[in-house]
């Protein structure tokens, strides 16, 4: 989950927490509990069911000053960073590990009559069914359960939920498949009128595709779809016509269908004037001009067309864009000709490319990107040295150069890369002499990896060097670090 990540649930709780609501805590000896009795003992029962390694269930409810009623239970796991590797690198991943709840989840919080806030996202509840006493929640208005190991059927009755706001059910694993979630229908989305957002990423869609959502149109009509403004559908393998009513909803801002293999008729993003990130990654029905023509002059800050079989003269059709800060054209059918319309992107902050795209990096291109903060150029077959004008890219913080076959030597000038955290130049062809010239300015780096390549020797001018970052993760394999072994590792 991220660009995507700017409208994740993690962020969107913020939408519906309510200002004036107090902190407190289930423990019965805390002076500060304005928890009412009731309700209070049915958090302790949920408590004692849960298994907490982290011991963080401290202060994660909040109630009602006046009246005592508990209105929120916010537990994600690993702070809401559901794919684990993007938070292990604090604490390493056995400490992780230990910040996903696991357990039962107790009928008591039945007794939370006026619960409008849920959230056990990126947690592990051993593959459980999706608890159906959930549907009895009617002043729910934040429901979250991503990725925290539920299996089963989503109960159909969530529709019952009128008052909900924020639906997250992304609740596949990509990484285990084991982790899967289905639909029976999705009849009961009518009934939520006033929804703004839905993720639905990872569910298992498909079977229910040709014979429901491609007619949720039919109840379009009886939803407030003008209210939704993010609606997540990635990793379902619909393979089956791209579904127009999706396009319909003029109040979207979030779009991401990434890997739903939907095919033509051609859409049109016509009334979609709102829309700031569209990831639409292995959807062939983007290879056409007229889309593009539609995107022009938007609003989007990112954009992913990825595997989307995009030739260089549709992409041409693409204009104005003075918004867009992250942007993915890996594996499509471009040219190493420019296309006139990305020439003219000054602002992007983010760019994958492939490796027939690689020279669009070494060509006028690349004076256009100050603003980029990652390039990722990873397995490809790249040749050639890293150019001088790497230096250039004066506001890079990750670089992934990875598995290619760059040769040459480190160019001197990623000393001026000052803001990089994140450098892996490993399983290239380079050799030569790595000096602490080459790190002077990097005080942000955090992490390194040039293992792997043909012959590249640390030579230190000073023994007692002391680097000015500090590594968590550092990976010199088939380096020749001799005679002495560097003092600051």
Not at 62 to 88: E, F, K, M, W
Not at 193 to 218: A, P, T
Not at 302 to 327: E, F, H, P, R, T
């Amino acid at each position: 989950m991220s660009a995507q990540s700017s409208y994740s649930c993690f962020h969107l709780f913020l939408l519906v927490v309510l200002a004036f609501f107090r902190l407190c805590s289930s423990n019965q000896n805390s002076h500060h509990v304005l928890c009412n009795d009731v309700e209070r003992q049915a958090l302790l029962q949920f408590k004692h069911g849960l298994t907490n390694e982290s011991q963080r269930l401290t202060s994660w409810i909040a109630c009602d000053n006046s009246t005592g009623h508990v209105h929120r239970i916010h537990l994600p796991g690993l702070d809401g960073h559901c794919t684990i590797q993007d938070y292990y690198g604090t604490i390493g991943e056995k400490e992780a590990l230990k910040q996903k709840l696991r357990g039962d989840i107790s009928r008591s919080l039945l007794d939370l009559k006026q619960l409008k806030h849920l959230d056990l996202s990126c947690n592990d509840f051993g593959g459980i069914q999706v608890p159906k006493f959930i549907v009895s929640f009617q002043n729910l208005r934040y429901l979250n359960l991503s990725s925290s190991n539920f299996s089963g059927t989503v109960p159909p009755q969530l529709g019952n939920l009128s008052e909900l706001h924020i639906l997250c059910l992304c609740l596949g694993s990509f990484h285990d498949q084991s982790e899967r979630t289905s639909m029976a229908n999705i009849k009961w989305l009518s009934s939520l009128g006033m929804l703004h957002h839905l993720d639905m990423s990872g569910v298992d869609l498909s079977k229910l595709f040709r014979c429901e959502l491609s007619n949720l149109q039919m109840y379009v009509p009886s939803v407030n779809l003008t209210s939704l403004s993010v609606l997540e559908l990635s990793y379902n393998d619909f393979n089956s016509s791209v579904s127009q009513w999706i396009f319909s909803v003029t109040s979207l801002i979030s779009l991401d269908l990434t890997e739903c293999y939907f095919h033509g008729p051609i859409p049109s993003f016509r009334n979609l004037t709102s829309l700031e990130l569209l990831h639409v990654s292995m959807n062939d029905f983007m290879n056409s001009s007229s889309i593009f023509q539609e995107l022009s002059s938007s609003n989007l800050i990112s954009l992913d067309i990825s595997y989307c079989g995009i030739s260089s003269s549709v992409l041409d059709s693409l204009q104005n864009l003075a918004n867009l800060i992250s942007l993915d054209l890996s594996e499509n059918q471009l040219t190493k000709r420019i296309p006139k319309s990305l020439v003219q992107i000054t602002c992007l902050g983010v760019i994958i490319l492939d490796r027939e795209q690689y020279n669009w990096y070494n060509s006028s291109f690349q004076g256009n990107l100050s603003f980029l903060r990652t390039l990722d150029l990873r397995v490809n077959r790249i040749s050639g040295p890293i150019r001088d004008s790497i230096g250039h890219l004066s506001s890079l913080e990750e670089l992934y150069i990875g598995l290619n076959r760059l040769d040459g030597s480190l160019p001197d000038s990623v000393r001026q890369l000052s803001k990089l955290t994140f450098l892996d130049f490993s399983y290239n062809l380079l050799t030569g002499i790595v000096t602490e010239a080459h790190f002077i300015k990097l005080v942000s780096l955090n992490y390194l990896d040039g293992s792997a390549n043909k012959l590249i020797i640390l030579r230190l001018q000073f023994a007692n060097w002391i680097p000015p970052f500090q590594l968590r993760s550092l990976y010199l394999r088939n380096w020749v670090l001799g005679p002495q072994f560097p003092l600051w590792l």
